[in-house]
T-cell receptor, first 113, second 111 residues
Framework: GDSVTQMEGPVTLSEEAFLTINCTYT??????LFWYVQYPGEGLQLLLK?????DKGSNKGFEATYRKETTSFHLEKGSVQVSDSAVYFC????????????FGKGTMLLVSP | ETGVTQSPTHLIKTRGQQVTLRCSSQ?????VSWYQQALGQGPQFIFQ???????GRGNFPPRFSGLQFPNYSSELNVNALELDDSALYLC??????????FGSGTRLTVV
């Protein structure tokens, strides 16, 4: 069935370091892909999305490119900040039938000053 | 434009009891989905309502049930609570096929 696999955390970085969080998916058809962020004690916030192959989603310095050939949607940021510390979830949504989100298990990011 | 509001924010129930969680969808959104997020895990899809009808369900037993009202707000009901039902319950609203807006969730603890 459909699934999303993320790299396990926590990912621990110093401020201004480069971030990559890997995400791969299995799905039929051409799903839309998402990254959500969850700060402590809060719900999910959409960080960025891409709806077709080779699309690049970007927001707040974060980027991810929809790679259909490798079924991947890796999250990157060139220079992380302490305020980026949170849990990041990769997700996809099927392109047919009723559309719901399938999430990965999440990757915790800890950024130290 | 208001976002998605969930109530209550926290509650504690005893095993075997029943609970009702509530969600007010974002203005203009006609679809509501519910997710269960266990500690340290990603959200798992419970079910979805579109215009007051359930139009999708995940791998959850029938004791998880829901309603959507004419104003598109929604309830999640869980009967015969089990310890493993302890989780953060997230509600998300959308226009059919559009992006999802999540609420802050209800933290349910079953003791």
């Amino acid at each position: 069935g459909d699934s999303v696999t993320q790299m396990e955390g926590p990912v621990t970085l110093s401020e201004e370091a480069f971030l990559t969080i890997n995400c791969t998916y299995t799905a039929t058809g051409y799903p839309s892909l998402f990254w959500y962020v969850q700060y402590p004690g809060e719900g999910l916030q959409l960080l960025l999305k891409a709806t077709k192959a080779d699309d690049k989603g970007s927001n707040k310095g974060f980027e991810a490119t929809y790679r259909k050939e490798t079924t991947s949607f890796h999250l990157e940021k060139g220079s992380v900040q302490v305020s980026d510390s949170a849990v990041y979830f990769c997700a996809h949504r099927a392109d047919s039938g009723y559309s719901t989100l399938t999430f990965g298990k999440g990757t915790m990011l800890l950024v130290s000053p | 434009e208001t976002g998605v509001t969930q109530s209550p924010t926290h509650l504690i129930k005893t095993r075997g009891q029943q609970v009702t969680l509530r969600c007010s969808s974002q203005s203009g959104h006609n679809t509501v989905s519910w997710y269960q997020q266990a500690l340290g895990q990603g959200p798992q899809f419970i079910f979805q309502y579109y215009r007051e009808e359930e139009n999708g369900r995940g791998n959850f037993p029938p004791r998880f049930s829901g309603l959507q009202f004419p104003n598109y707000s929604s309830e999640l009901n869980v009967n015969a609570l089990e310890l493993d039902d302890s989780a953060l319950y997230l509600c998300a609203s959308s226009l059919a096929g559009g992006g999802y807006t999540f609420g802050s969730g209800t933290r349910l603890t079953v003791v």
